[in-house]
């Protein structure tokens, strides 16, 4: 993932499992012959990328992330494959050093902001025909919970923190999406939107680790827990993440 806000790799991979079905559901679209070369683009603790690994039993995996943390938490659950090749990498500046047959990712692209970049650096990686097979949050993600979110912060002790603060999120559309996919040389791109509510089991650590990390950390220390005990209030139970889910499927 974007290194956009601070994660912690081991967090990230202990209450994660959220992210990892709806990850596995994206895989389920990719179609391998299982000796492909596929870049894993937005890694994160490499959940998902093992689950990849197991589609590719005579191929392997370029996993890349830009959080150093989570390059750690993936090498620890991915090295002893073999097959597995984790780098710590800016997917805006991505070189890989040779081309590959597929692009795969997850909960990712919605972290960077400049997706006219990215989709021209995944389009440089991949071999004629190869195929780009992704899934990040869209138009209207989390709409409900960061609106009870924001509601928590424009109040005291919090809006003084918030007063030039700028959302790390860019939550796309279908269609324009399409069109820059095929600005940045795809051949053929197809988006469409998915509501995909989850109730995560730890929603404290949840929330303050993926959903609304960027806030959290935004916060001097003191005020973190505050924070986050005053959120959870807003919410009541159950805790619903209303994630609506941007997929992606396109060919070079």
């Known amino acids: 993932m974007p290194a956009s806000r601070t994660w912690d790799g081991k967090s990230y991979d202990r209450i994660s499992a959220p992210m990892e079905a709806m990850g596995r559901a994206v895989l389920a679209r990719l179609e391998l012959s299982g000796d492909e070369v596929v870049l894993d683009a937005g890694c994160g603790s490499g959940r998902v990328t093992e689950a990849l690994l197991e ?48 692009v795969f990712s997850t909960a990712t692209f919605h972290w960077i902001k400049d997706h006219d970049r990215l989709f021209e650096r995944l389009r440089g990686a991949l071999s004629p025909a190869g195929r ?10 989390i709409d409900v919970l960061r609106g009870k979110a924001h509601a928590v912060l424009a109040g005291e002790p919090y809006a003084e923190h918030f ?8 939550y796309a559309a ?59 209030a807003a919410l009541g139970e159950p805790v619903v993440v209303d994630y609506v889910r941007l997929n992606i499927d396109a060919t070079a």
Do not use: K
Not at 67 to 77: G, I, L, N
Not at 132 to 141: P, R, S
């Open 55 to 102: 589609r590719l039993p005579r191929g392997r995996v370029i996993a890349v992330d830009a959080s150093q943390s989570m390059v750690d938490a993936a090498t620890e659950r991915l090295g002893a494959t073999g097959r597995a090749d984790v780098r710590m990498l800016d997917l805006l500046d991505l070189d890989l050093g040779e081309h590959v047959d597929a």
């Open 132 to 141: 780009l097979v992704a899934q990040c949050g869209g138009q209207g993600n």
């Open 163 to 170: 007063g030039d603060w700028q959302p790390p999120w860019n």
């Open 174 to 232: 279908p269609v324009e999406t399409e069109r820059r996919l095929r600005d940045a040389g795809f051949a053929s791109a197809r988006c469409w939107l998915t509501p995909a509510p989850q109730q995560p089991e730890q929603p404290r650590e949840y929330l303050s680790t993926i959903v609304l990390g960027p806030h959290v950390q935004h916060l001097p220390e003191h005020l973190r827990e505050p924070f986050m005990d005053d959120v959870l």
